[in-house]
């Protein structure tokens, strides 16, 4: 019972500081599914196949409300990648291509509320994501690709729709990455994310 009424006091504390102010603060934990798209197969004259890579985020937001509109930066750890493995596997020539990386991403987005109530809130966000890559694992049997092919940072937009219910804020985006592989190289890649994420405001 102690703990119950103490979690309950913390709950509501925490929606009086975050009620209070205009600036939001807080943390978020999300799933994300990523998919590959290449140009391998119009070099190699060869179908193939692309395969979602499922993985996770997890990082923090501040937001600044003004009435319907708000702007929302995030900082957070990512996991992104793909799998592009050939259409037949008869083919002994071929291996799929693994692209598994970390990331640090920073999106800018500006929101609008659709519906504004003073406990639940229906918005609408959108703007571009920069990406610094941490960290790779690129597994690959075309010779013209190797870890270093990777660019160090780039960038992408993201659209998505959240809700806020009091302290608690969630939401479901789609993003789309520039090409993710060095510009001296023939090949290209961008990826596809699509992510779900939970939210806690601190304040």
Same mark, same amino acid.
Request: glycine residues 6%.
């Given at each position: 019972?102690?703990?119950?009424?103490?979690? +309950?006091?913390?709950?509501?504390?925490? !929606? @009086?500081?975050?009620?209070? $102010?205009? #600036? %939001?603060?807080?943390?978020? !934990?999300?799933? =994300?599914?990523?998919?590959?798209?290449? =140009?391998?197969?119009?070099?190699?004259? !060869?179908? &193939? =196949?692309?395969?979602?890579?499922?993985?996770?985020?997890?990082?923090?937001?501040?937001?600044?409300?003004?009435?319907?509109?708000?702007?929302?930066?995030?900082?957070?750890?990512? %996991?992104?990648?793909?799998?592009?493995?050939?259409?037949?596997? +008869? $083919? $002994?020539?071929?291996?799929?291509?693994?692209?598994?990386?970390? +990331?640090? *991403?920073?999106?800018?987005?500006?929101? &609008?509320? #659709? /519906?504004?109530?003073?406990?639940?809130?229906?918005?609408?966000?959108?703007?571009?994501?920069?990406?610094?890559?941490?960290?790779?694992?690129?597994? $690959?049997?075309?010779?013209?690709? *190797?870890?270093?092919?990777?660019?160090?940072?780039?960038?992408?937009?993201?659209?998505? @729709?959240? /809700?806020?219910?009091?302290?608690?804020?969630? *939401?479901?985006?789609?993003?789309?990455? @520039?090409?993710?592989? =060095?510009?001296?190289?023939?090949?290209?890649?961008?990826?596809?994310?699509?992510?779900?994420? @939970?939210?806690?405001?601190?304040?």
């Amino acid at each position: 019972m102690k703990r119950i009424i103490l979690i +309950t006091g913390l709950l509501v504390f925490t !929606y @009086a500081l975050y009620s209070q $102010s205009n #600036v %939001n603060l807080g943390i978020k !934990y999300g799933q =994300n599914s990523s998919v590959m798209i290449t =140009n391998i197969e119009q070099l190699l004259e !060869y179908p &193939f =196949n692309e395969e979602q890579y499922d993985s996770y985020h997890v990082g923090a937001f501040a937001r600044l409300n003004l009435k319907r509109f708000s702007l929302q930066p995030e900082i957070y750890f990512n %996991n992104k990648g793909g799998i592009v493995a050939p259409a037949s596997s +008869t $083919s $002994s020539s071929l291996s799929p291509v693994s692209f598994k990386y970390q +990331t640090v *991403d920073v999106p800018v987005l500006a929101g &609008f509320s #659709v /519906i504004n109530r003073k406990h639940f809130k229906f918005r609408l966000t959108g703007g571009p994501v920069f990406s610094y890559i941490t960290a790779n694992n690129f597994f $690959s049997d075309i010779s013209a690709l *190797d870890k270093e092919s990777f660019q160090s940072q780039y960038m992408g937009m993201q659209f998505g @729709a959240g /809700i806020d219910i009091l302290f608690l804020t969630l *939401d479901a985006r789609f993003e789309q990455s @520039a090409n993710i592989i =060095n510009s001296s190289s023939e090949y290209e890649a961008k990826n596809r994310v699509f992510l779900i994420s @939970a939210g806690i405001k601190l304040f």
